[in-house]
């Protein structure tokens, strides 16, 4: 679920997935969540600029070094485990990687030197850092129209990132704007009818399979 959406074509940033009865909802984004998890964060929104540049532009600013909670602030329909993993691969290269040399970042990753992040997980009133092991045996089997649930999940959070979580595209050209809005405006226009069909139907008939 997710990938059939236009806000995904032009935003990859969630998916939901159901899985031998299980409900997967995945959301993944430039420093999404690093301020919350106490990593170096994005101090401004990240610049978009021109096509055919060398990319995108960011002003990194040093980590928290303490978990703010709740990590993620968005609206979720469905409940459950939460899991939330930092990466930073590409930020271990200068000038960036002063940023990421300090205890805090090294003690809470799976392996510092690739830039994988620890897993932090919250469940209730329940919230920690999982250890080397790995992750708990938290999740369980979906209950009946769980699926409209992780699709309603997806379309919050598609909607959050087409908006909030948008770069600042002021530094394109006027042509580019003038798509680059469109391309928006079209994208919550197609969220807002899928929200309102989904929240009507009784069933979703666009998921294959039963319910556990």
Same mark, same amino acid.
């Given at each position: 679920?997710?990938?059939?959406?236009?806000?995904?074509?032009?935003?990859?940033?969630?998916?939901?997935?159901?899985?031998?009865?299980?409900?997967?909802?995945?959301?993944?984004?430039?420093?999404?969540?690093?301020?919350?998890?106490?990593?170096?964060?994005?101090?401004?929104?990240l610049i978009?600029?021109?096509?055919?540049?060398?990319? $995108?532009?960011? @002003?990194? =600013?040093?980590?928290?070094? +303490?978990?703010?909670?709740?990590?993620f602030q968005?609206?979720? !329909?469905? #409940?459950?485990?939460?899991?939330?993993?930092?990466?930073?691969p590409t930020?271990?290269?200068?000038?960036?990687?002063?940023?990421?040399?300090?205890?805090?970042?090294?003690?809470?990753?799976?392996?510092?030197?690739?830039?994988?992040?620890?897993?932090?997980?919250?469940?209730?009133?329940?919230?920690?850092?999982?250890?080397? $092991?790995?992750? @708990?045996? =938290?999740?369980?089997?979906? +209950?009946?129209?769980?699926?409209?649930?992780?699709?309603?999940? !997806?379309? #919050?959070?598609?909607?959050?990132?087409?908006?909030?979580?948008?770069?600042?595209?002021?530094?394109?050209?006027?042509?580019?704007?003038?798509?680059?809005?469109?391309?928006?405006?079209?994208?919550?226009?197609?969220?807002?009818?899928?929200?309102?069909?989904?929240?009507?139907?009784?069933?979703?008939?666009?998921?294959?399979?039963?319910?556990?």
């Amino acid at each position: 679920m997710g990938p059939n959406l236009l806000a995904f074509r032009f935003a990859p940033v969630a998916m939901g997935l159901i899985i031998n009865g299980l409900c997967f909802v995945n959301i993944s984004c430039d420093y999404f969540l690093a301020r919350r998890l106490g990593f170096p964060y994005l101090h401004k929104p990240l610049i978009s600029l021109r096509s055919g540049s060398t990319g $995108d532009y960011g @002003e990194l =600013a040093p980590g928290l070094r +303490r978990v703010m909670r709740p990590v993620f602030q968005g609206s979720l !329909v469905l #409940s459950g485990a939460e899991y939330f993993q930092p990466m930073f691969p590409t930020e271990l290269n200068w000038p960036c990687r002063p940023l990421y040399e300090n205890d805090y970042v090294k003690a809470h990753c799976l392996e510092w030197a690739s830039g994988v992040g620890g897993i932090f997980h919250s469940r209730g009133d329940r919230f920690h850092w999982l250890g080397i $092991d790995g992750i @708990e045996r =938290a999740a369980e089997p979906c +209950r009946i129209g769980a699926e409209k649930k992780v699709m309603l999940s !997806v379309i #919050s959070a598609l909607k959050q990132l087409n908006t909030r979580g948008s770069p600042d595209y002021s530094y394109r050209t006027p042509e580019d704007r003038r798509l680059i809005d469109a391309r928006i405006n079209a994208s919550l226009k197609e969220l807002r009818v899928f929200e309102q069909v989904i929240r009507s139907s009784p069933n979703a008939p666009w998921v294959q399979g039963k319910s556990a």
